[in-house]
Nanobody, 118 residues
Framework: QEQFVESGGGLVQPGGSLRLSCVVS????????IGWYRQAPGKQREVVAV???????RYADSVKGRFTISRDNAQNMVWLQMDSLKPEDTAVYFC????????????WGQGTQVTVSS
């Protein structure tokens, strides 16, 4: 099974930007869709952005127009560019296979903490 390792989080002021990276061990070309997810304290994990193998993207309404997901199968990498960050974006961010998450057999990495605060 593929493994996902996230990085790039940190503390940023409201309105700031961060770029998250996800390294996938294994061949990302074999993964049909990869998503970025986040989990805030006391809340369930939610999907924020998805990119298909062909580069088609979808976003949660809460991040539409502010976040951009991209992937490079040759590098086995997925990124999440986050702009105009808000305090409510504070969460631990994870990446994973959309299919495995849906099937309930996804293995989760440690994620990367994003904190938006002044």
């Amino acid at each position: 099974q593929e493994q996902f390792v996230e990085s790039g989080g940190g503390l940023v002021q409201p309105g700031g930007s961060l770029r998250l990276s996800c390294v996938v061990s294994g061949n990302t070309a074999n993964i049909s869709a990869i998503g970025w997810y986040r989990q805030a304290p006391g809340k369930q994990r939610e999907v924020v952005a998805v990119v298909s193998n062909g580069g088609i993207t979808r976003y949660a309404d809460s991040v539409k127009g502010r976040f951009t997901i991209s992937r490079d199968n040759a590098q086995n990498m997925v990124w999440l560019q986050m702009d105009s960050l808000k305090p409510e974006d504070t969460a631990v961010y994870f990446c994973n296979s959309l299919l495995r998450v849906g099937l309930g057999n996804a293995r989760w990495g440690q994620g990367t903490q994003v904190t938006v605060s002044s």
